[in-house]
């Protein structure tokens, strides 16, 4: 199993484009999760899902879109680039909603001038 | 929302001695999950506690769950240069994992 996989590995963007981080698990994992981190701040969830076609926000939403079509692949778009928005992107995969370890991806460093 | 505090934010330790990271949640968890970054790395999972009182050990690592399932804490004997790295606590609330900002562990020889 390849696990979670991710792409890019690195991007820069100019402020207002556009773009998908892709991310795909091949471990039929019902629960997917998109994290950014920033340093001294740890991991602020962005948007899950718990199953194809339901995507949920989490505590950091705004400027980023996602859905979730199929069990594999979640990603995540932004819409509009913002330097705030310069950051690590970590998708992260488990099996369930509880008591289930989760599975992060190797990561996305964006940068937006 | 669920808030998970983490301290200290840095430990530098001197290899061979100990140290203990906390974990501090505003709400009762239903359980707390630990992971750790090595530098230049992604989280990986290190273990889950889910019982009040619980304590779990690996090898050098012991992780301890509070009795009212609201802190937890992580506790390293003899530190080595492999404990290099952030730990991060990460409590369960509905369905999302809310993580703390983490502890940068880093190890003079």
């Known amino acids: 199993n390849a696990g979670v996989t991710q792409t890019p590995k690195f991007q820069v963007l100019k402020t207002g484009q556009s773009m998908t981080l892709q991310c795909a698990q091949d471990m039929n994992h019902e629960y997917m999760s998109w994290y950014r981190q920033d340093p001294g701040m740890g991991l602020r969830l962005i948007h899950y899902?718990?199953?194809?076609?339901?995507?949920d926000q989490g505590e950091v939403p705004n400027g980023y879109n996602v859905s979730r079509s199929t069990t594999e692949d979640f990603p995540l778009r932004l819409l509009s680039a913002a330097p705030s928005q310069t950051s690590v992107y970590f998708c992260?995969?488990?099996?369930?909603?509880?008591?289930?370890?989760?599975?992060f991806g190797p990561g996305t460093r964006l940068t937006v001038t | 929302g669920q808030q998970v505090m983490q301290i200290p934010q840095y430990q530098h330790v001197q290899e061979g001695e100990d140290f203990t990271t906390y974990c501090n949640s505003s709400?009762?968890?239903?359980?707390i999950q630990w992971y750790k970054q090595r530098p230049g790395g992604h989280p990986v999972f290190l273990i889950q506690l889910v019982k009040s009182g619980e304590v779990k050990k690996q090898k050098r690592l012991t992780f301890q769950f509070g009795e009212a399932k609201k802190n937890s804490s992580l506790h390293i004997t003899a530190t080595q240069t492999t404990d290099v790295g952030t730990y991060f606590c990460?409590?369960?609330?509905?369905?999302?994992?809310?993580f703390g900002a983490g502890t940068t562990v880093t190890v003079r020889a």
């Open positions: 899902s718990v199953g194809a076609g339901i995507t």
């Open positions: 709400t009762t968890l239903s359980n």
């Open positions: 990460a409590g369960q609330d509905d369905y999302k994992l809310s």
């Open positions: 992260a995969s488990r099996a369930g909603s509880y008591l289930y370890e989760q599975y």
